[in-house]
């Protein structure tokens, strides 16, 4: 799979600026608009590297679904609202079946169909208290 450094970016809208009301967002742009690797969306198996596997994988392991652009992929982080207060990991996470693989790998099932569009991995690290940098394994479902 793409492995690719993520852009933070931290989006407020117009009103904001103007009356003090209005939404901030945090996200997450990959500088591309789609991946290189394309897969079926039928009974996906994924095997994901980590720094050990002695950790509950649900809790480590996130797939999600991005928003394409013509010349990005995007996906929200955080949102935080003037009225509607904090919104935080608002991704649209893809549902998964995972097993230790190995000393550091967990074997993943999708066992649902996945839409086409364009999905990240994100694995973090338990024992890292600072990750300074988000890295993305990407993949792409066409039609």
Known sequence: ?????TVSRTKANAGIFIAGVGKVRDEIHLETPAAKTRISGRN??????AVDN????????RIFKFETKKKYRKAVISEVGTFSGAKG???????FEAK???QSS?????????????Y????????????????????????
């Open 44 to 49: 996906i198996k994924l095997i994901v590297k």
């Open 89 to 95: 990991n608002d991704l649209e996470y893809v549902d």
């Open 100 to 102: 230790k693989y190995g």
């Open 106 to 118: 967990y074997y993943l099932s999708i066992t649902n169909t996945l839409e086409p569009g364009e």
């Open 54 to 61: 002695l950790s509950d994988p649900m809790t480590i392991i």
């Open 120 to 143: 990240g991995i994100i694995v973090t690290n338990p024992n890292n208290k600072d990750e300074k940098q988000i890295v993305v394994s990407c993949f792409g479902i066409d039609k």
């Open 1 to 5: 799979m793409d492995k690719s450094r």
